[in-house]
C-alpha cells in the first residue's frame, strides 16, 4: 500500500527566506502527486500536483515542486516566504493503479511558521 | 456563494449520542468524500460515494454510517459517539473518479465528544 512520510512536522522560518517541505512517497510505480495547504481553521487548498511531464510543476502563491521518481521525492519550495503562508502543508499520492479511483493516500503535514 | 460547505462547524457532545454532520456542494460533482484529520496522521479517508445511493468503505469507516440520497448532500452520522470519534472532519468532492483529479474540501467540522 501506497505511504506519504512529511519528514518535518515543523518548520519555522523567517519572512523572504527561502523554505523546502520534504515530502517521500513509498512506491516507485507511476503515481500522480499532489501539495495542499491548510489555512488556520480552513479547509484544504490544492496548491499544485505532478500528473506527468516535466518535473518541476509550478503552482499558486509563488510555489512549486520538484517530482524525483529515482528518490520517490516530491518537495514543496518557495524562494521567498511572506507571513501570510504560515499554514499547514499536506503532501498527498494518488496511485491510478488501485482500481483507478480517485483515493488520497495524506501524509502527516508540515507546520510552516513564517516568523517576521 | 457556490462550493462545499459543512454544517455545523462545531460541535460537543457526549459519549453515546447520535451526531450527524452536514455536507453540501454546488457543483453537482459525482463524487464525494469523508475524511478525518488527527494529529500525526493527517487525513484518513472514512467513506465516499461516487453517485447518489452508491457508497463505500475507506480506511478508517468503523463506527460511522453515511447516506448519499441526493447529488448534492453527503451527510456522516457517527451512530454512538465515542471519545476517538474526536476529531476535525473534512468532507471533500471531484468532478470525476480519476486519479488525477482534483479533490475540492469544505472548510471542516471539529467535533469534540466528551
Known amino acids: 500500500a501506497q505511504s506519504v512520510t512529511q519528514l518535518d512536522s515543523q518548520v519555522p522560518v523567517f519572512e523572504e527566506a527561502p523554505v523546502e517541505l520534504r515530502c517521500n512517497y513509498s512506491?516507485?510505480?507511476?503515481?500522480?502527486l499532489f501539495w495542499y495547504v491548510q489555512y488556520p481553521n480552513q479547509g484544504l487548498q490544492l496548491l499544485l500536483k505532478?500528473?506527468?511531464?516535466?518535473?518541476l510543476v509550478k503552482g499558486i502563491n509563488g510555489f512549486e515542486a520538484e517530482f524525483n521518481k529515482s528518490q520517490t521525492s516530491f518537495h514543496l519550495r518557495k524562494p521567498s516566504v511572506h507571513i501570510s503562508d504560515t499554514a499547514e502543508y499536506f503532501c498527498a499520492v494518488s496511485d491510478p493503479g488501485s482500481g483507478g479511483y480517485n483515493k488520497l493516500i495524506f501524509g502527516a503535514g508540515t507546520r510552516l511558521a513564517v516568523h517576521p | 456563494d457556490a462550493g462545499i460547505t459543512q454544517s455545523p462547524r462545531y460541535k460537543i457532545t457526549e459519549t453515546g449520542r447520535q451526531v450527524t454532520l452536514m455536507c453540501h456542494q454546488t457543483w453537482s460533482h459525482s463524487y464525494m468524500f469523508w475524511y478525518r484529520q488527527d494529529l500525526g496522521h493527517g487525513l484518513r479517508l472514512i467513506y465516499y460515494?461516487?453517485?447518489?445511493?452508491?457508497?463505500d468503505k475507506g480506511e478508517v469507516p468503523d463506527g460511522y454510517v453515511v447516506s448519499r440520497s441526493k447529488t448534492e448532500n453527503f451527510p456522516l452520522t457517527l451512530e454512538s459517539a465515542t471519545r476517538s470519534q474526536t476529531s476535525v472532519y473534512f468532507c471533500?468532492?471531484?468532478?470525476?473518479?480519476?486519479?488525477?483529479?482534483?479533490?475540492?474540501f469544505g472548510p471542516g467540522t471539529r467535533l469534540t465528544v466528551l
Open positions: 505532478y500528473l506527468s511531464g516535466s518535473t
Open positions: 471533500a468532492s471531484s468532478e470525476s473518479f480519476a486519479a488525477w483529479d482534483t479533490q475540492y
Open positions: 460515494s461516487a453517485a447518489a445511493d452508491i457508497t
Open positions: 512506491s516507485s510505480v507511476s503515481v500522480y
